[in-house]
């Protein structure tokens, strides 16, 4: 066994704990898209403008999704959206801002799916289930974020390569804030937390991006379990052991 159980479960007592964490994710997914976003005056649509907003932002959503972000056109947007390219340059300025616009949610969402559990009673349980809910998440974003590796890769814009980065070592740092504090609560023995949480972010990380992200229709849900179930063992059975004390 690669860890301690018994006593009261953590999952109840931590939720406050993991509901901050999950809060700061999406606070700081929020300041990267906005570091990112030109500098405009703060205005405020009407109704009607907001719409329009809306119906911009999940055409474009589902133009990226379709034609990659190296070959989706402003006219595809406006097109889609069912609205005259003139109403584009009315909320957006450009491709890129309207694809961090709709970027976003994806990648709020994913952050409050990122979340590593305690592992408690049935830990290798918890762990597949949570990669469960992380695959979901994915799978439900796939287009967008597999053109968000597109955008790191490709663009001119050296935001999206920034962004990407940012993102991945925000997941590895928080996956390394959960193995420290299984140490610190004796139920994992010691190792190098920062390589150890760079290597399972990778792992979950190429998984996803593979077996997800680049198919051209989503994964049934028994793929999806089947996929958590390897990740999971995986980092069960990474989690170095409590080393026992030697007989006195």
Not at 75 to 91: C, E, L, V
Not at 106 to 117: D, F, H, K, M, Q
Request: aromatic share 8%.
């Amino acid at each position: 066994m690669a860890t301690k159980t018994g006593g009261k479960s953590p999952r109840s007592s931590s939720f406050p704990e993991e509901e901050r964490e999950n809060e700061a994710a999406r606070q700081h997914i929020r300041r990267l898209i906005a570091s990112l976003m030109p500098e405009s005056p703060e205005k405020r649509p009407n109704k009607r403008g907001q719409e329009t907003r809306e119906k911009l932002i999940a055409a474009a959503a589902a133009c990226f999704g379709d034609y990659g972000y190296t070959r989706t056109r402003i006219s595809d947007i406006a097109g889609r959206a069912g609205t005259a390219q003139g109403n584009f340059y009315r909320h957006f300025s450009s491709l890129d801002e309207i694809f961090l616009a709709a970027l976003q949610p994806a990648l709020e969402e994913l952050a409050s799916a990122s979340a590593p559990p305690d592992p408690s009673g049935d830990e290798l349980r918890n762990l597949i289930n949570q990669n469960i809910t992380y695959l979901q998440t994915y799978s439900r974003h796939r287009h967008l974020l597999r053109v968000m590796r597109e955008a790191a890769a490709a663009s001119e814009n050296e935001g999206f390569a920034s962004l990407w980065l940012q993102l991945r070592a925000g997941f590895v740092k928080r996956t390394q804030r959960w193995l420290e504090r299984l140490h610190e609560q004796g139920k994992i023995g010691s190792a190098n937390f920062e390589l150890l949480a760079e290597a399972l972010g990778s792992l979950t990380e190429q998984m996803a991006y593979v077996h997800v992200g680049l198919l051209p229709v989503a994964p049934r849900p028994e793929r999806i379990r089947e996929l958590a179930t390897v990740i999971g063992e995986v980092w069960y059975r990474a989690l170095p052991p409590v080393e026992e004390k030697a007989a006195k």
